[in-house]
């Protein structure tokens, strides 16, 4: 290996997901290109670099960098770019100026080693010196940190995180014990730490890395939706992961359960390992459900069916039995589950309750999963309603960084009424932070549709509780007149069913189109949705029509349509401003979505005079503006919030000309349009396709193969989530735990 030291004169090129850089590094002998993973590199930078000379066919003779270090710049050109450059905090381009012609080349050594002398440039006083000497050291360990491990591909957002955790302890703690990462850093996994593990020669079967293992196993079942692992399927996944014998994991299984980072029940002789936050959350819900549903409340002494009559004289309706027995559940139990397809009544009776309940002087709450099922919640019962997450207050406790929701049991959620809808798409951990923010009193009126799929974090809550017994449930299930003109309705209580479907009826809203080929199924879904949908129903084809598939990969995946869809959908223009990142195209004008919840996003709208932070989840937005220079993508949702995106935050957004149906629960829309070819047998399920169809309002599209949809409905195998929440209701209830 070869070392060369020098300043970067120019760079060329840096791509900001990965940190490649090509850069120029110049010395008083020549100038080179260098090449390689240098993410924190600006131009007036002095380094050292450690590598080998390569041939590129194109480029010609350059140096392929392994490894990169700062040093010391030497140069006052050097120092100067340093100083400037605001990486340390109270310096400034006019202060560096002041500082160089005061101490010259000596700059940096004054700064390090006799920062007092700083008192002589004008304008810097005792704490000023105290600010700059805090900020240069912090800057030199940033910097140790981020080029010892950026070639594990540790981006330097994690270095700061890791920084910011360890201070100047980092590097020493990594190599102690690099497994300590994936524990303490989130987003920092088993497999980075691996990585870094192997390099610094620990063992295979060290303890550290195989406890590690064994939680990261357990990590990855969550994203199956399991809330344990039973534990010899657990030991199964480890030693695939670890490549270790058996007896070594039970072990560990053993000492995680010691140190209370498992927690291992016993159920029928089995032992069932859990992660503590999904231990504590399925207990915590049951124990919840069984005090809300036992416990007191004010008597409304209301009477029922007069009420009922009331709201029907002024609706203009007359409820069904089973919708007027859900309204009666709902005020004479604490905790009520109203569950029922499409058209069956759900909005109808949850308003009807809303109204029997105002008019009786109580405070109705209503809240929902996202974003978007929050907001049409809103809509049909012209009531606010806010996201679970709203609801719970999420924010910073003081003295905190993390995020977490000031609504607990000390500080309930003031409400008579607790009414939530899309109750399917919330997950074990939500269902018990929202449950121990109820305070016993309140009644809490649970709505859903358990044939939809499960949530997409873990557990099988909705549909546990169904099946517990344990739980007061009314059942809707007669499709109102109205809602039986519509095909999709009907279609979707048939897939339940498991029956044939109706398709093409005249004048109607469910459409197959026969394809045969990928190729003719996709220029058939460019075709649908670029001119004829919006010709014939007058629809947009942006904002109207959602494509859904039920996979990512493949030419009728969601990665490929999005590449397809792209093309016509939002063409390139030349006032239309675009940016690659990696295999991505954003340009001005795209259709895209949020795909994680991030409760701190800022967003404004044009003129400024509103603001407010949190895009979740499945928000979809446009391309507003694409500033090359700021590097930042400005995103437009629900027409108003223009939100920042750094070009390293991109990771936050998909396009979503096209969204898997999983992403798009909780979601409706005008128009859908789904692909219909072959994909694994799990993908290919009733209540995929039942989830797809009952997302749009108006009309629904399909195209492909029919003996692939025919598959769909038969195929109703749902994947088995490992969830103990009916067993343990049950139990709880059996055993009257802590209901006083
Ligand atoms: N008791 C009733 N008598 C007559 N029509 C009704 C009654 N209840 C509901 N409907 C009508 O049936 C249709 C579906 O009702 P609603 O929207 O309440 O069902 P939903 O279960 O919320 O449906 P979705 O899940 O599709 O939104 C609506 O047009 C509604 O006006």
Known sequence: MERIEGMISDIVFKNEENGYTIAHLANSDNEIVIVGCMPTLSVGESIEVEGKWVNHKTYGTQFEVNKFMPVTPNSLEGIYVYLSSGMIHGIGEKMAKRIIDKFGVNTLDVIQNMPERLKEVEGIGSKKIDQIVKSYEE??????????????????????KIYKKYKNKALENINKNPYQLAEDIRGIGFKIADNIASKIGIEKDSKDRVSQGILYALNQSLSSGHTYLPEDILIQEAKKLLEVKPPII??????????QKVHIEKMNGMKLVYLIPYYVSENGVCKQIIKLSQAEFEDLYIDIDKEIKVVEKQENIKLATNQVLA???????????????????????????????????????????TGRAAKRMSETSSKEAKTIHRLLEMGFATDSDQLEFMKNEEEPIKADVIIIDEVSMVDILLM???????????????????????????????????????INVVRLNEIFRQAQESMIVVNAHKINKGEPLSLNAKDKDFFFIKRNTNEEILKEIISVVSERLPKFYKVDKLKDIQVLASMRKGELGVTNLNIELQKYLNKPEKYKVEENFQKRLFR???????????????????????????????????????DKEKRIVYVIFDQIKIVEYKYDELDELDHSFCTTIHKSQGSEFPVVVIPMTWAP???????????AVTRAKKLVVIVGDVKYLEYMIKNNRTNDRYSNLAYKLNKFKEEGVLVK
């Open 139 to 160: 800057n030199r360990e940033l910097r140790n940190i981020i080029i010892e491990l950026s070639p594990y591909g540790i981006t330097p957002n994690y270095c700061m």
């Open 250 to 259: 039970e072990e560990c299984i053993m000492e995680l359960a010691y140190d």
């Open 681 to 691: 047998p799990m993908l290919l399920s009733r209540n995929l396709l039942y989830t």
């Open 327 to 369: 309204v009666k559940e709902a005020i004479e139990n604490g905790v009520v589950i109203i569950t029922g397809g499409p058209g069956t009544g759900k909005t109808t009776t949850i308003n009807t309750i809303i109204k029997i309940f105002e008019n009786n002087s109580q405070e109705v709450v209503l809240a929902a999963p």
């Open 588 to 626: 001005v004008g795209d259709k895209v979505m949020q795909i994680k919840n991030n409760y701190t996003k800022k967003w404004e709208n044009e003129d400024r005079s509103e603001s407010g932070e949190g895009i979740y989840n499945g928000d979809i937005g446009y391309v507003y503006h694409i």
């Open 432 to 470: 018990y932070s929202l449950l121990r923010a109820i305070k016993p009193g309140t009644r809490v009126i649970l709505v859903g549709d358990s044939d939809q799929l499960p949530s997409v974090g873990a557990g099988n809550v909705l549909s546990d509780m169904i099946e517990s017994c344990v």
